[in-house]
């Protein structure tokens, strides 16, 4: 009977862990502060929300974040607005050029980068730049 109440005890507290719970915006790590303050000066964090690995960052303009809970951020969303391109300037201001689009969404990937564009279109890249692949998706 202990051996069950400790395992329902367990997968409880397991399962509160992994919901996401709204945090201050003091609690994320400086490094993500410094990303926001340097890629999004005119806009405010509006909210933050902190699960078991990961904080998910929604500021004043609509934009999402999500960062590692490290702080490095892994997926930029701006729910079709134009990202700055001081996310990762070297590439970003290539692929723009290239597609001749705007990029509304970047996310790491593996061994590079998934960049989604105001036209439809997936484009893949490694981590310096180089375009692997791309896909309409519409």
Same mark, same amino acid.
């Given at each position: ?11 409880? /507290?397991?399962?509160?862990? /992994?919901?996401? !719970? *709204? ?7 400086? %490094?993500?502060?410094? @990303?926001? +303050? +340097? %890629? @999004?000066?005119? /806009?405010?964090?509006?909210? *933050?929300?902190?699960?078991?690995? &990961?904080? $998910?960052? #929604?500021? &004043?303009?609509?934009?999402? !974040?999500? @960062?590692?809970? =490290?702080? $490095?951020?892994?997926?930029? $969303?701006?729910?079709?607005? #134009?990202?700055?391109? #001081? !996310?990762?300037? =070297? ?5 723009? +050029?290239?597609? =001749?689009?705007?990029? *509304? ?21 490694? /981590? ?11």
């Amino acid at each position: 009977m202990k051996m069950k109440l400790g395992l329902a005890a367990l997968l409880g /507290a397991s399962v509160l862990l /992994a919901r996401d !719970i *709204v945090v201050p915006a003091s609690t994320l790590p400086q %490094n993500a502060k410094n @990303f926001i +303050t +340097t %890629n @999004f000066k005119n /806009a405010q964090i509006a909210l *933050v929300k902190k699960d078991i690995d &990961s904080y $998910d960052v #929604t500021l &004043s303009n609509g934009i999402e !974040i999500d @960062f590692m809970i =490290n702080g $490095d951020w892994k997926e930029v $969303d701006g729910k079709y607005q #134009t990202l700055p391109s #001081t !996310i990762l300037p =070297n590439i970003m201001s290539k692929i723009s +050029t290239t597609s =001749n689009a705007q990029i *509304v969404e970047v996310s790491k990937e593996v061994n590079g980068y998934k960049f989604e564009t105001n036209n439809y279109m997936k484009i893949y890249t490694d /981590a310096q730049g180089n375009i692997l692949g791309q896909k309409f998706d519409h």
